[in-house]
């Protein structure tokens, strides 16, 4: 063989182990880089799946609070399961490209569909469930009730004995029921009741101004008649009987329906705490675990710093052997070819 050719051969290893090396260097980083990504794209996943159960957890926190505080009276919370951040999620692309990189999740996110649609339909029904309550109202309408039935004793007496009442127990301005009827907290209540019941309310404001308006005008027609004559007690008994009873009788009907309500307000509070506990709050342990196990999933699939670091070390100790070895052999070709040059030339020179 020609020394050309031995040059040849030697130059074409050593192109071949550099691009050996070459090769194994490039693969090698290419996948810690791909590793990399993976490990960044999974603790972005994570995270989001973290910050997600957070957010229902404090989702629950207020309908907890809403079903269970009668101090509490407006939800904000995302009611559809669509809606929350984490139902934008689930219902969105980015789940499918999850799905698609990490198959084994494809289950476990469709398993906790499940339990999420059912936790937003129960807040539904909490919400629609529980109206503002006021624990005291029904104590307070039995009270003003007796307390008009009272006052009603005392104005009979009163018009038996041509006397008047004192103005500040006739004047409808001053009758606590009113004073409560047209609070902002009495108008804080009524904003949540139905139509039928926010109707009663109008008309007990009415029938009471009515009946305290009637009230005052048989104490105006005993000032000014003091004939004190049998017609006209009659004439005042005619009118507390036709007039005033019927009117009383009014309010005590408007009072007592309106009582139905509050307690029926108060039955709906205490259903509500009861769906909380009975639908809610299973089904958001339900979500908790499969988010747990979902978190698993992408753990497992996931390349931890360890792993990266191991094939990093890897990659290096592969190049420094193949480095060391194609040190040998070019040790090995350039000796082999000095002496395929040198012993030729030495011959020459010893031929001439």
């Known amino acids: 063989m020609s020394i050309g050719h031995r040059i040849g051969i030697g130059f074409t290893l050593m192109l071949l182990v550099l691009g050996l090396v070459v090769a194994i260097a490039t693969i090698g980083i290419w996948y810690i880089v791909n590793s990399a990504e993976d490990l960044l794209e999974n603790n972005r996943l994570r995270t989001m799946l973290i910050e997600r159960e957070v957010d229902h957890l404090e989702w629950e926190e207020d309908l907890y609070l809403f079903a269970t505080e009668v101090q509490i009276h407006t939800l904000n919370i995302p009611l559809d399961s669509t809606d929350c951040k984490f139902g934008r999620w689930l219902y969105g692309p980015e789940r499918k490209l999850t799905e698609a990189k ?28 529980r109206r503002n309550i006021d624990h005291n109202l029904p104590q307070f309408f039995i009270n003003n009730a007796l307390q008009h039935a009272l006052w009603l004793g005392n104005l009979a007496i009163e018009i038996k004995n041509r006397s008047i009442l004192d103005q500040t ?13 047209g609070s902002d907290h009495g108008r804080e209540i009524i904003a949540n009741w139905p139509a039928d019941s926010a109707n009663q309310w109008s008309l007990l404001r009415q029938n009471h101004a009515a009946l305290h308006a009637s009230a005052q005008s048989i104490m105006m027609q005993i000032a000014e008649d003091k004939t004190n004559t049998t017609e006209a007690s009659n004439n005042l008994n005619s009118l507390f009987i036709g007039d005033i009873m019927p009117k009383f009788y009014k309010v005590i009907e408007s009072i007592d329906i309106l009582q139905k309500t509050v307690n029926s307000d108060i ?57 060391i070895i194609s040190i040998f052999l070019a040790g090995l070709m350039a000796t082999r070819l000095q002496r395929s040059i040198v012993l030729p030339l030495h011959f020459l020179s010893n031929q001439l």
Request: charged share 20%; with cysteine.
């Open 102 to 129: 990490i198959p084994e999740l494809i289950p476990l996110f469709k398993a906790i569909e499940g339990p999420h649609e059912l936790l937003h339909q129960s807040a539904k029904k909490i919400k629609y469930t």
């Open 169 to 181: 127990q006739i004047n409808y301005e001053n009758c606590p029921l009113n004073k409560w009827l």
């Open 267 to 323: 039955s709906g509070g205490n259903q509500a705490s009861a769906i909380f506990h009975t639908e809610s709050s299973p089904n958001h342990m339900k979500m908790q675990k499969l988010f747990h196990q979902i978190r698993e999933v992408v753990d497992k699939n996931t390349v931890t710093d360890e792993k990266m670091l191991m094939l990093a070390w890897k990659t290096l100790v592969l190049i420094m052997w193949v480095g």
